[in-house]
């Protein structure tokens, strides 16, 4: 049987796509929290923690960091960006901070993954 509140048309499908898209365009503002998207998708912090648990098998910062990472990746595909940079417009205030999460997500330093673009 179907989870109701999963619906599209349902409130709490309403705040997830919300949210999502919210964070699509916002991610890379470093004073991003779970706290401002929750208020952009008029839900409370933690019933908006509890959907994308719920609903993309990842937590809130888990899915801000993949945006993140994904973003910094395409950024770095040109040769004339650099790595502080990418991070910097990817949402990151920490270069330190940058490196530990690419690292996390894509299994390597993004100096190595940049090196092994074609």
Not at 6 to 21: E, K, N, T, V
Not at 48 to 74: K, N, P, S, V, Y
Request: no cysteine; net charge positive.
């Amino acid at each position: 049987m179907s989870n109701p509140g999963a619906r599209a048309s349902s409130p709490r499908g309403r705040a997830r796509r919300a949210a999502l898209a919210y964070l699509a365009v916002a991610f890379p503002d470093p004073q991003l929290d779970l706290g401002r998207v929750a208020t952009h998708a008029a839900v409370t912090p933690t019933h908006l923690a509890h959907l994308f648990t719920q609903h993309t098998g990842r937590t809130f910062l888990q899915h801000l960091r993949a945006h993140r990472i994904a973003h910094a990746q395409r950024l770095l595909r040109s040769p004339a960006m650099s790595i502080k940079a990418a991070a910097y417009d990817s949402g990151y205030r920490y270069l330190g901070r940058f490196r530990r999460d690419f690292h996390r997500v894509q299994g390597v330093a993004a100096s190595v993954w940049r090196g092994t673009l074609p």
